[in-house]
Nanobody, 125 residues
């Protein structure tokens, strides 16, 4: 089982940037695809971005394309979400999660096995 811990959230002005980190424990992190999700108050958890186990394939939710970048460093058991040009509607708790590589559905949170505790991102005007 992989355990995940997010960090890097905070309060930022609209147009600013943040980089979220996801630290994984366990020797098998590199064998999993990895995703970032977010959940705003009163809303369901939604897909933000995912990266394949090899790191060669990335996918993004339409509203973050061109602004967010997902990456991973398996040597350090870390994954990142670089968020630029943040908007007020990006405000949410952000979670990282891992998924078996063979599961192709990367937007449904039910297919993810392990989750971090989340980190709050608040974008103000």
């Amino acid at each position: 089982q992989v355990q995940l811990v997010e960090s890097g959230g905070g309060l930022v002005l609209a147009g600013g940037s943040l980089r979220l980190s996801c630290a994984a424990s366990g020797r098998t992190f590199s064998s999993y695809a990895m995703g970032w999700f977010r959940q705003a108050p009163g809303k369901e958890r939604e897909f933000v971005a995912q990266i394949s186990a090899s790191g060669g394939i990335t996918n993004y939710e339409d509203s973050v394309k061109g602004r967010f970048t997902i990456s991973r460093d398996d040597a350090k058991n870390l994954a990142y979400l670089q968020m630029n040009n943040l908007k007020i509607e990006d405000t949410a708790v952000y979670y990282c999660a891992v998924r078996p590589e063979y599961i192709r559905n990367f937007v449904d949170p039910r297919f993810y096995l392990s989750w971090g505790q989340g980190t709050q991102v608040t974008v103000s005007s």
